[in-house]
């Protein structure tokens, strides 16, 4: 239960900070969404009856959130959280090396799924000259900011990981 609330706090406090801060900092600043990585992290060290369940929640309040198509964010996180789940146990690097890796890697698979979303509606090319800019700004970021993340969600979550994301026995 603990693990419900926990992970309920930290997607309201992303949300608020992508909501109502990162819209107002410069062109340079384009963060990515912060919930993607939270993804990545809930898809390495909890187990998928505590993920999905999360993931849900955040997907629909950012599609409710963000005027975006319906199920745009719902389908996004669900996507990272499932594609990444059993990566631990085929990849034996370090617990804060995957993070990284993967965190950046599923920003790179939620512009893929707007840019098909939104090609799938208006039929316009969704690779232009400035989605690369606004794509690459993101994937920056991504690399930038997921040490800090990773650490955050580390100091938030050390009393409930089931897995250590190195190949050991995790119970999942």
Do not use: C, K
Request: net charge negative; aromatic share 16%.
């Amino acid at each position: 239960m603990m693990r419900y609330l926990l992970s309920l706090m930290v997607i309201i406090g992303l949300i608020v900070v992508e909501t109502s801060i990162l819209p107002y900092l410069p062109e340079i600043l384009r963060f990515y969404d912060f919930l993607v990585a939270f993804a990545v992290y809930l898809s390495l060290y909890q187990s998928i009856a505590t993920g999905i369940p999360v993931m849900v929640i955040a997907g629909l309040a950012m599609d409710m959130l963000s005027g975006a198509p319906p199920g745009i964010y719902l389908a996004s996180y669900l996507w990272v959280f499932l594609v990444f789940r059993h990566v631990s146990g085929w990849v034996r690097i370090g617990d804060h090396t995957l993070f990284f890796f993967l965190s950046i890697i599923g920003v790179g698979v939620q512009n893929l799924i707007f840019g098909v979303a939104a090609w799938s509606v208006s039929r316009v090319p969704f690779f232009t000259g400035d989605t690369g800019v606004i794509v690459l700004l993101q994937l920056f970021w991504a690399l930038v900011t997921a040490p800090f993340l990773w650490l955050l969600f580390q100091f938030l979550f050390s009393d409930t990981h089931q897995a250590s994301g190195t190949g050991e026995t995790d119970g999942r």
